[in-house]
């Protein structure tokens, strides 16, 4: 006998992921999913952008890492509330771990919430976190061509970040090449070329991401009075 | 990689529709996954017959229905199957402006018991 099921197979997780949602909307915690490979820059751009951000948008900082506590010590340094998730092993974040790391981070004094998921191109695409943006960061020394080698990462991100923007000439990148490779997938997320070592095209980026915050600031404000 | 938490995740709904329906034993399972969604059939395999020992669902049979993504070019209309790597130019007129549609299907369609 057959039984029609139809059900999402990662619905679990989904399920966390909307929960953790519901959380940051009710304390007004906007939430940025940072994805990349290993030493696609995703710490330094966490740094480059807090450095950027108006005193009246706090961030904080949940670290995904397999082990050690490198890059939230890094975090740390800067005094950015931040706490260490160690996967030991797994691939990716997903929505129950970021649950349980919320317990050790103090929510009421954050508006910009940056998760940094473990360092892979392929299985955190595929896991929802709760977050309002999904942002995908590349960088020159990777090369042009990893839109059309991990087109389902590409195609989730709400924007992609291009770092180490100086060295472009030195990998031979073909921005043009990479941009039509992200378009392919998903013509609407906007394209960032910058450099966390020079600060060049920085101030782009997080302008924009400041942008998509009073959004979300001005919407909360208003069902608020509603 | 991420082929053993998707399993746990496949392995747990199986088991509750199978237990809602007051079936004794999964014979298989069937699922539904798009061409771009990064999964590996054999390896999800590997953990389910591992993981299902001693449940309802142990010898299941997976099946696997992989929904093709389609390349469709801007320029000439041409339509073509896509898969990881993406082809970077229509194969029809050259153009560089390719939209991918579909492929991201994942879920599971159906299970069947006894």
């Given amino acids: 006998m057959k039984i029609p099921v139809v059900k999402q197979i990662l619905n679990a997780n989904d399920q966390v992921a909307a929960d953790n949602r519901a959380l940051f909307d009710q304390l007004g915690v906007f939430v940025v999913n940072l994805m990349a490979s290993p030493g696609a820059g995703k710490t330094s751009v966490i740094l480059a952008t807090t450095a950027r951000l108006p005193k009246n948008v706090r961030p904080g900082v949940i670290e995904g890492d397999l082990a050690s506590t490198i890059d939230a010590d890094t975090i740390a340094a800067r005094n950015i509330p931040v706490v260490q998730i160690n996967t030991g092993g797994n691939c990716h974040l997903d929505a129950p771990m970021i649950r349980s790391a919320l317990a050790n981070l103090s929510l009421d004094a954050i508006d910009l919430l940056f998760i940094e998921n473990v360092g892979n191109l392929v299985c955190p695409a595929e896991f929802k976190l709760g977050a309002n943006l999904a942002v995908v960061i590349a960088s020159a020394p990777e090369g042009h061509d990893k839109p059309y080698k991990y087109p389902g990462m590409f195609a989730v991100a709400d924007a992609v970040l291009l770092n180490k923007a100086d060295l472009l000439q030195v990998f031979d990148f073909d921005v043009d090449y990479f941009r039509r490779g992200i378009e392919m997938v998903n013509p609407d997320a906007p394209l960032f070329p910058l450099s966390c070592r020079t600060g060049a095209g920085v101030d782009a980026w997080v302008s924009w991401l400041l942008e998509r915050y009073a959004e979300f600031a001005k919407e909360r404000k208003q069902s608020a009075v509603m | ?114």
């Avoid at chain 2, 991420?2 to 496949?10: F, K, S």
């Avoid at chain 2, 970077?88 to 153009?95: E, K, V």
């Fill in chain 2, 1 to 114: 990689m991420h082929e053993l938490a998707v399993t746990e995740n496949i392995l747990q709904i199986a088991l509750d529709a199978a237990q809602k329906n007051g079936a004794r034993r999964i014979t298989a399972i069937h699922l539904v996954i798009g061409e771009l969604s990064s999964i590996v059939d054999d390896s999800v395999q590997f953990y389910f017959d591992l993981l299902s020992k001693g449940t309802l669902a142990e010898n299941a049979t997976l099946h696997f229905q992989r929904v093709p993504s389609v390349a469709v070019c801007l320029d000439c209309a041409h339509q073509f199957d896509a898969h990881a790597p993406l082809e970077p130019r229509c194969p029809q007129c050259g153009g560089a402006r390719l939209q991918i549609r579909g492929g991201r299907e994942f879920f599971i369609e159906s299970i069947e018991v006894a």
